[in-house]
């Protein structure tokens, strides 16, 4: 469910700007987002049978990187207070489309330096 969202917001943004990030899945359990040109932030979703969710973002450059730890329960995704980077998780659970806008917007649309 959440790599299924991931994958579709980004084949969204490539038919809209041109064919800009490659999206690598394992099944149901992890999805990589990859940019095909610089720069190079990527992100890795990883989720175990319990239901925990792993995000990786490397850090690109010095300072920056996002990760932490969420639980998908009930069709919600809540952080488990764990996160380290900026922007920080919504204090509230969030829907799957929450949680990949979440991980996404920050590399798809990169706050202007």
């Known amino acids: ?3 299924g969202q991931i994958q579709s917001d980004v084949w969204e943004y490539n038919d809209a700007r041109g064919p800009q990030f490659m999206v690598s899945s394992t099944g149901n359990s992890r999805v990589q987002v990859i940019p095909k040109q610089p720069p190079h932030t990527t992100a890795v979703v990883e989720i175990d049978r319990e239901g925990v969710i792993s995000m990786t973002c490397p850090p690109a450059g010095p300072g920056i990187g996002r990760r932490g ?6 069709g919600r995704i809540a952080s ?10 919504p204090g509230e659970p969030m829907t799957p489309e929450g949680f990949s806008r979440f991980v996404l917007e920050p590399i798809l649309f990169p706050a202007d330096n």
């Open 80 to 89: 488990l207070g764990d996160f380290v980077g900026e922007p920080q998780p």
């Open 1 to 3: 469910m959440i790599t």
């Open 69 to 74: 730890t969420f639980k998908e329960a009930q």
